[in-house]
């Protein structure tokens, strides 16, 4: 069972560090090649020197990619955090031929040349992960590298982890061999394992993976299989906790020595917040400059359609439960107050006009907001904000609601373009919202401004 683990983690780890080097050695060449043959200007390098410091160039490259954990045996990498890793990478060689060039050694190599290899080694490194990341994928859904997995218990979760496994299929690369300490409570048709103990059972079946789970009235059961888990060597255990799913991601830490589950980690850095910032504001200053003159065509239309001012203001949440006031192009009458207290708007609205509901249909409405991403109240991507009194209920039913608002509220968001909005589940929203923060990188909201124009502004659960 060992020997099948390592045999994949060969496999990915030869392949990735292959395509790696060959993708550093080529930025390196082609930026001396554009550089001295195709940009004019400049007193030519040696190409002896230059090939003399592509090792340096190779060897730092591997080093920073290692240390980025560049090589972890992950089937299927987040998309974003990979590439966010793969681009510190590039900066990482590049500033290291600064310092030791250019400030220890005093040897002159074109700044050009070195500015080129940066931009070309990110690019050809990201090509080589995809390539990577498909020939992985493509021996995975063929059935190769799967490992056995052993259910250790009944109940919810266990069936839970059972189901997103058949419904992955291969690409979930395991293939469930059986229950134990089942009892009565089969989980579907698998087969039920009898042994001594779980080590026992581990060896007769040639078990890479062992997954406990338990109801929370069965305490005494868990805590004995989790004493028999963590006792095996060659196999990787899992504990399925009984927190809910929208906790997942919450940081496991010790606290002098005492382990515990961090709940509520799900927070920006002070240094990743910065960068979001920066990000907002050059993106919402240049959307804000090209769209003017589609605001005041908008502007006129809405004064046309029906008595009232251009703009609403409506109370929102927003990071650390601040309330602001959110902007949009007014859609809805004024001469006609909500019914009911505070809802989701329906389909066939009566309060809503006839250009409210072409705005409200395309996200045209939504469009004023780049100005309280401007003032600092919103970000550009983030969890979608809502009324007060909504927060207040959803805080009472769903658990882990209010982690949405470890972070600004967004104009867009993941959860948006995966057709979450409008009338939809306020649970699914808080999943993804909470994939997004635990998730976050500047290519991830770089995707998600990508995905909203293509995705996000017509849906169909829009009113």
């Not at 002896?48 to 990619?65: D, Q, R």
């Not at 995809?130 to 020939?135: D, F, H, P, S």
Request: aromatic fraction near 14%; glycine fraction near 6%.
């Amino acid at each position: 069972m060992k020997q099948r683990k390592d045999k994949f983690e060969r496999f990915q780890f030869k392949l990735r560090l292959f395509l790696d080097i060959a993708a550093t050695l080529a930025a390196w060449f082609l930026s001396y090649y554009l550089r001295f043959y195709i940009l004019p200007g400049g007193a030519r390098d040696s190409l002896g020197l230059f090939t003399a410091l592509s090792f340096i160039a190779l060897f730092s490259s591997i080093f920073f990619l290692f240390y980025n954990k560049l090589y972890e045996s992950n089937v299927v990498s987040k998309w974003g955090r990979e590439v966010g890793s793969l681009f510190r990478v590039s900066v990482d060689v590049f500033l290291t031929f600064v310092v030791f060039y250019y400030f220890l050694m005093k040897i002159t190599v074109s700044r050009v040349a070195l500015g080129l290899f940066m931009i070309i080694h990110f690019l050809f490194l990201f090509i080589g992960r995809r390539i990577a990341n498909k020939v992985i994928g493509h021996k995975v859904k063929s059935g190769q590298f799967l490992q056995r997995a052993l259910l250790v218990g009944y109940g919810k979760k266990l069936q839970d982890f059972y189901d997103t496994t058949i419904s992955h299929g291969t690409l979930a690369r395991t293939k469930i061999v059986g229950q134990y300490m089942g009892g009565s409570h089969t989980i579907n048709d698998i087969p039920q394992i009898e042994a001594e103990n779980l080590e026992q059972a581990v060896k007769d079946y040639n078990i890479d993976m062992v997954v406990i789970g338990f109801p929370p009235t069965d305490s005494s059961s868990r805590i004995e299989a989790t004493h028999q888990g963590v006792e095996l060597l060659n196999a990787r255990v899992f504990l399925l906790s009984d927190i809910p799913r929208s906790y997942a991601g919450s940081l496991i830490t010790d606290f002098y020595t005492i382990p515990a589950v961090e709940l509520n980690y799900s927070e920006l850095s002070l240094g990743k917040r910065f960068v979001k910032r920066t990000f907002d504001i050059i993106s919402c200053s240049f959307a804000v400059i090209l769209l003017s003159p589609l605001y005041l065509l908008l502007a006129i239309l809405v004064k046309l359609s029906s008595k009232g001012p251009v703009f609403f203001r409506q109370q929102r949440v927003t990071r650390d439960g601040k309330v602001f006031g959110m902007l949009k192009f007014r859609s809805m009458r004024i001469d006609m107050p909500e019914q009911n207290g505070p809802h989701f708007t329906e389909e066939n609205d009566p309060r809503i006009t006839k250009i409210g509901r072409l705005l409200r249909k395309t996200s045209l409405d939504e469009i004023p907001q780049f100005f309280n991403v401007l003032s600092g109240s919103m970000s550009l991507i983030g969890p979608r904000p809502e009324r007060p009194e909504l927060v207040e209920e959803f805080k009472k039913t769903i658990p882990g609601y209010d982690l949405r608002h470890k972070v600004k509220a967004g104009i867009s968001g993941w959860a948006q373009v995966n057709g979450l909005r409008g009338n939809t589940s306020i649970e699914k929203r808080v999943a993804y919202d909470l994939y997004y923060i635990r998730n976050w990188s500047v290519f991830f909201d770089f995707k998600i401004v990508i995905l909203t124009f293509f995705k996000g502004f017509i849906n169909k659960n829009a009113y």
